[in-house]
T-cell receptor, first 115, second 114 residues
């Protein structure tokens, strides 16, 4: 158990819909990262938040947005869903404010299926 | 964009054989991390290498960071069935002080036949 929690574990929705994925970091970690993992693909970095502020953006679509709240939990919002958005979405946390040099602790992931 | 290439994509070995996965970047990395993801699980941090030419060992696992800090390898001696999973390298590009995100390779999926 990494200490990072993600809800829900599974999500099935239809194209065009909007969903929200939730992540709670490990106690004491101020950084939260979101990744997308498609079948047979690596981990695509989406976005990094540190203590409520966006720190870095990766290959995140305009239809996707995220935020980190004062209690440090984070939400990833996916809208106008397409079939290709079906993937495993991981949240990770670390103590690192820069995203450069500390290990990341991954949550169990949310498996999103768009039908 | 910046990429971290990892080979091979798949590796099937007999239990007891050795296994190596390689990670390459076109640009200098400030550090490199290795993660293992068991089937159905989430990535778990294994190790971080920072110094040029650094070598670290964890029991049967040996990690190396190249002299130019552009490549890395993970070698497992005498594989066991518990080694099954996907091994990812993840590197941070050295922007000279500015921030950068972790770039993951696509991983090497290891299967071990008992």
């Amino acid at each position: 158990d990494s200490g990072v929690t993600q809800t829900p574990k599974h999500l099935i929705t239809a194209t065009g819909q909007r969903v929200t994925l939730r992540c709670s970091p490990r106690s004491g970690d101020l950084s939260v990262y979101w990744y997308q993992q498609s079948l047979d693909q690596g981990l695509q970095f989406l976005i990094h938040y540190y203590n409520g502020e966006e720190r870095a953006k990766g290959n995140i679509l305009e239809r996707f947005s995220a935020q980190q709240f004062p209690d440090l939990h984070s939400e990833l919002n996916l809208s106008s869903l397409e079939l290709g958005d079906s993937a495993l979405y991981f949240c990770a946390s670390s103590v690192d404010p820069t995203g450069r040099g500390y290990e990341q602790y991954f949550g169990p992931g949310t498996r999103l299926t768009v039908t | 964009g910046q990429q971290v290439m990892q080979i091979p994509q798949y590796q099937h070995v007999q239990e007891g054989e050795d296994f190596t996965t390689y990670c390459n970047s076109s640009t200098t990395l400030s550090n490199i991390q290795w993660y293992k993801q068991r089937p159905g699980g989430h990535p778990v941090f294994l190790i971080q290498l920072v110094k040029s030419g650094e070598v670290k060992k964890q029991k049967r696992l040996t990690f190396q960071f190249g002299e130019a800090k552009k490549n890395s390898s993970l070698h497992i001696t005498a594989t066991q069935t518990t080694d099954v999973g996907t091994y990812f390298c993840a590197g941070k590009v050295d922007y000279g002080g500015s921030q950068g995100n972790l770039i993951f390779g696509k991983g090497t999926k290891l299967s071990v036949k008992p």
